[in-house]
């Protein structure tokens, strides 16, 4: 088979190929840190004024496997029309992307909470950010400790 420019399938797979593995070997991006995260969560809430609780976050202090660390969450609210959670995010200070989830609530949900298994590339903190209905911002931090087959790290 020829294609328009006189390649055969062959070589144009071969080059294909050969782009392909260029981008698994190039570089990964910098890993995230605080002031990443910081940056996000002003993107998103702008100088809003961030308090301590009402989410209780439930992750492992030490996590055999970095890439399925159980993540699970609730946010104290009474989920009325009048008093609801609106959103909660994720944030990790060690992943190359800072932002590892996010949750959109409705009043029509019985409960703000979740549980979903995130990936954590080392030891680092883990920030949920969120957002009442009447604008109000709450926040909770723990670190997580990623550890290789259990002997630290």
């Known amino acids: 088979m020829t294609f328009i420019t006189g390649a055969t399938r062959r070589a144009f797979l071969a080059t294909a190929g050969g782009?392909?593995?260029?981008?698994?070997?190039?570089?990964?991006?910098a890993l995230a840190d605080a002031k990443m995260v910081a940056d996000e969560i002003a993107k998103l809430y702008g100088?809003?004024?961030?308090?301590?609780?009402r989410i209780k976050l439930d992750l492992p202090s030490i996590a055999?496997?970095?890439?399925?660390?159980?993540?699970?969450?609730?946010?104290?609210?009474?989920?009325?029309?009048?008093?609801?959670v609106k959103s909660v995010h994720f944030f990790a200070e060690g992943?190359?992307?800072?932002?590892v989830a996010a949750f959109?609530?409705?009043?029509f949900a019985p409960k703000a909470a979740a549980s979903i298994r995130i990936r954590l590339a080392k030891t680092q903190n883990i920030v949920a950010i969120a957002e009442m209905s009447n604008?109000?911002?709450y926040?909770?931090?723990?670190?997580?400790?990623?550890?290789?087959?259990g002997c630290g790290g």
Do not use: C
């Open 95 to 99: 992943n190359p992307n800072p932002q």
């Open 139 to 149: 926040k909770a931090t723990k670190e997580v400790k990623v550890t290789i087959g």
């Open 19 to 29: 782009g392909l593995a260029a981008l698994v070997v190039a570089p990964t991006s």
């Open 104 to 107: 959109t609530f409705t009043p």
């Open 47 to 53: 100088s809003k004024s961030i308090k301590e609780g």
């Open 64 to 84: 055999e496997n970095g890439l399925v660390v159980p993540l699970s969450f609730e946010v104290e609210s009474p989920m009325t029309e009048a008093d609801h």
């Open 135 to 137: 604008g109000d911002v």
